[in-house]
């Protein structure tokens, strides 16, 4: 019976990672290139079309309209585009630098061994997360042809991070040694935007 040796399946495996680069590559091209495609139909071609077009005239009070309409979605676009690279960092962070990785996190009601000493509280973390339009193209063309939606499972994983490691800060400004009956809860919001709940009992324990 012929088995692969060490060295072998570490070079199968680094062949599929670098594989699934390239896909991963190539899909984020095709994303980039589909809203350059939009945003140039929408913020040239409508613009060229109200200006230069004879037939129909289109009146000067429907061209005022059409430019407030599209000005202002692009102001909106520049703006949150502004302020997603200044909160960049923060956003993939917790408010606190580091989370308290001694801080014990469960779904019992009880630590195995140890004695609940006070009860410190409800503490929670949460967020909302979208990802952007170029990948929920990619996620809809995986709903056609079957497969994991990869780009929600990273979204999701991420949020999940993020929401618990404020959870972990907030217990942690309590004092607290655990939080017991953590749960997690997922609500749609818009689109494919999603708020990611995380919630726990926080407490002192004995020695």
């Not at 290139?33 to 289109?58: N, S």
């Not at 949460?126 to 990869?150: M, N, P, Q, Y």
């Not at 999701?156 to 929401?163: H, K, N, P, Q, S």
């Amino acid at each position: 019976m012929y088995h692969l040796s060490e060295f072998e399946c570490s070079l199968e495996l680094g062949t599929a990672k670098a594989k699934g680069e390239v896909m991963k590559m190539l899909r984020n091209i095709g994303s980039v290139a589909f809203v350059l495609g939009l945003f140039v139909a929408l913020f040239v071609g409508i613009p060229w079309y109200v200006l230069v077009a004879d037939d129909p005239a289109v009146p000067w009070w429907l061209q005022t309209a059409v430019f407030c309409l599209l000005g202002g979605i692009l102001v909106v676009l520049l703006t949150v585009a502004l302020e997603q690279s200044r909160r960049k960092k923060p956003a993939e962070l917790p408010p606190a630098a580091e989370p308290d990785t001694s801080l014990l996190l469960l779904n019992s009601d009880a630590v195995p061994g140890r004695e609940t000493r006070k009860i410190l509280g409800l503490v929670q973390g949460h967020t909302v997360f979208a990802i952007w339009l170029g990948k929920d193209l990619s996620a809809l063309v995986r709903l056609i042809l079957g497969g994991e939606l990869t780009e929600y499972t990273d979204m999701m994983g991420r949020a999940r991070t993020l929401a618990t490691n404020r959870m972990i800060a907030e217990a942690a400004a309590l004092g607290a040694d655990a939080v017991i009956n953590v749960r997690y809860m997922t609500t749609s919001v818009v689109g494919s935007a999603a708020e990611l709940l995380v919630y726990g009992t926080a407490v002192k324990l004995t020695a």
